[in-house]
């Protein structure tokens, strides 16, 4: 090939990877949100309200749990992934190294705020308290004996609970929030019915999984879905249920259903900001940093969630049932949304 023949091949070339990026760029013109379901209708609110400055597309938001989410995240660059996923817990490093190994490796982590899990049933029947040792022994696959599961009604694990079948509606394997309840619910309960067991975490970890994180299998355990207000509609309908879902979703349905105490601390707003509820955990949302500039408003939606209007004691969000974040954490989140400071993948666990 001649110099002449050469250079042009590469100007036709440069050409078109120059086309080729602003295609991309320009592919979409909308925000792309999937992952928590517990953390949608806060995404939703603020999708909303980004939308009505009339400067850029409402968002699309999407429930497809938080363990999707991440998939659909980590899936790689370009208009077809997602922009920014929701999640009812931290990211963890194995879905990390996914987004590294597609060529995701730039991430902001933003904190939104806190939510409190809840153990919920219908208000057709009396409420009563539970702890994290009795929601182990009625959901745990295998007693601390090595046996299966054969306790039927709640009345089998203690005497002071009432003598009706256990059945509790729960997420699926992707949620978020059954990944909360199975550390912050299984793993204490775990400690404290069978603390040998809780013993070998570290030494024995396949053993200890199977004991103290492997949920029934024989229908007592009934998988929902990550639209929780079809859970609280199952609860309605069948009054022996109880049901597994995050805070926000007891506050909208308080007319229809009451939640449990749990270990002797009942379910509320100042409960779970204080600590004093022991099954809260904080929530998120990730940024694809390469996304910004390519999709048009990013950075300005993730903005939009960084006002006490939002996010604040008194804000938009916590009508909905967020727990807001102290000042001070939410001036952390704040500087991490203007400077896009990218997560270190090697903090995750």
Not at 85 to 92: F, H, I, Q, Y
Not at 102 to 119: A, F, L, T
Not at 203 to 218: G, I, N, P, V, Y
Request: glycine content about 8%; aromatic content about 8%.
């Amino acid at each position: 090939m001649s110099k002449k023949a050469f250079s042009l091949s590469l100007v036709i070339l440069a050409a078109e990877i120059l086309l080729t990026n602003g295609a991309h760029a320009q592919a979409r013109s909308q925000i792309s949100i999937v992952g928590s379901g517990t953390v949608f209708p806060f995404a939703a609110t603020v999708a909303e309200r980004f939308g009505k400055t009339g400067k850029f597309k409402t968002p699309k938001v999407e429930e497809t749990g938080t363990g999707g989410g991440m998939k659909l995240f980590c899936g790689g660059v370009g208009p077809k992934f997602p922009d920014i996923t929701n999640a009812s817990r931290r990211m963890k490093a194995s879905e990390a190294k996914l987004c590294s190994d597609n060529g995701v490796s730039k991430v902001v982590e933003v904190k939104i705020g806190y939510d409190g899990i809840v153990i919920a049933h219908s208000k057709a029947k009396p409420n009563f308290a539970l702890t994290t040792k009795q929601l182990y022994l009625a959901m745990t696959a295998k007693l601390p004996n090595g046996k299966l599961n054969t306790n039927k009604n709640w009345s089998d694990i203690d005497k002071s609970l009432p003598n009706q079948p256990i059945e509790l509606i729960g997420p699926p394997i992707v949620s978020g929030t059954r990944d909360a309840f199975l550390e912050l619910v299984m793993k204490p309960g775990c400690a404290a019915a069978a603390p040998a067991i809780a013993a070998i975490e570290k030494t024995e970890e396949a053993k200890w999984k199977s004991m103290c994180q492997s949920l029934r299998e024989d229908g007592k355990y009934v998988i929902g879905s990550e639209n929780y207000n079809l859970t609280v509609q199952k609860l309605v309908t069948n009054p022996q249920a109880v049901g597994l879902f995050g805070f926000s979703y007891l506050e909208g349905n308080a007319d229809k259903i009451v939640a449990s105490p749990i270990n002797g601390v009942p379910v509320s707003y100042d409960n779970i900001a204080s600590g004093k509820y022991p099954v809260s955990r904080p929530l998120f949302f990730y940024i694809k940093k390469s996304h910004i500039g390519a999709i048009p408003g990013l950075k300005e939606y993730a903005r939009t969630w960084a006002s006490d209007a939002v996010w604040g004691t008194d804000g938009i969000l916590v009508e909905k049932g967020l727990i807001a974040m102290p000042a001070v954490e939410r001036q952390s989140s704040t500087a991490t949304i203007n400077a896009l400071n990218e997560l270190d993948f090697s903090k995750l666990k």
